[in-house]
């Protein structure tokens, strides 16, 4: 086994010219994702990007790595048979509220339950930025744009909460704005054996400009977000105040020292507990911050473990395969 080589984040930066539009979050997921590349602890050779259709799925052109740029909605499925085929392959794939939600949304939840181990970055800035700003499956009601011009009717996706629907067993989200929160959510993405799935907040500055701005604006970003942390109670706020608190089944938002509220009737966050996640990825409006972190992080065997075990046993049982032996079984007949 060869020696992993010391990467910097120039190593993975390809001779491609990077065409997006300027001011937008994608540059800073690529920077991030590059960032975090130097600390996989694998060969660039042994590391695949693939992407379908939209902004995002720029990307592999952008990767000194293998990678590809495949169809509108289906790279789910084409890195699940690239992971299928050479586990040892880190196989991410990057696509966008459009592509992995509408035409991808078959794929995307299919590869979720089956748990591939496949690294899933979702880039959601809530509306389609390729084909110039019609509405996404998770933009808010009532949003004007090219084809909802007297505002969409249709209720958003929650992305986080399709993924846990699904059987996801990593789930996260982190914010374009934040280049450490970034590396750190894909690099523990990465080390998790099974699918994980990881929500961006991004901006598109051309048709969906400061969709996220709550978050990211530093003058409301501390009381509108809450960092998660495995083990450490729900705190957050400029002051590091505000806390949520479970009222029966329905968090809500209170100040530490007041009202006799303490650190420690706060929700301690647990990352293997179903409920706990469940009600994160529904967090946002009104006064509830946005949850920003990993959600759900739970140990279940990978899909191309089970193929290959399964495998194993059935050749054990009945030999190796013969394809020749295969197409002549069963009812042949010769054509004269």
Known sequence: MTEVPQYKKKDFISDQEVRWCPGCGDYAILSSVQMA?????????????????????????????????????????????????????????????????????????????????????????????LTKGQYSPTSQVGLVTKSTPYGSLDRPFMPLSLALGSGATFIARTIDTDPKHMSDVFLAAAAHKGVSFVEVLQNCVI??????????????RDDTTVRLENGKPMIFGK???????????????VTIGENGVEEKDLIIHNETDYNISSMLTRLGGGDLPVALGVLRNVSELSYEVQIETQNQAVTEKKGPGSMLKLLNSGETWEVK
Request: with cysteine; glycine share 12%; charged share 20%.
């Open 37 to 129: 590349m130097t600390k996989l602890g694998k060969k660039k050779e042994d590391i695949v990007f693939v992407s379908g259709i939209g902004c995002s799925s720029r990307f592999p052109y952008y990767m000194d790595t293998f990678g590809m740029h495949t169809i509108h909605g289906r790279a789910p499925a084409i890195a699940s048979g690239l992971k299928i085929h050479n586990p040892n392959l880190s196989v991410w794939v990057i696509t966008g509220d459009g592509d992995g939600l509408s035409i991808g949304g078959n794929h995307l939840i299919h590869a979720l339950r089956r748990n591939v181990d496949l690294n899933i970055i979702l880039f959601n800035n809530e509306i389609y930025g």
């Open 207 to 220: 048709f969906n400009d400061a969709v996220h701005d709550k978050q990211t604006n530093k003058a409301t």
């Open 239 to 253: 002051e590091k105040n505000k806390g949520l608190r479970l009222n029966g089944f329905t968090p809500e938002v």
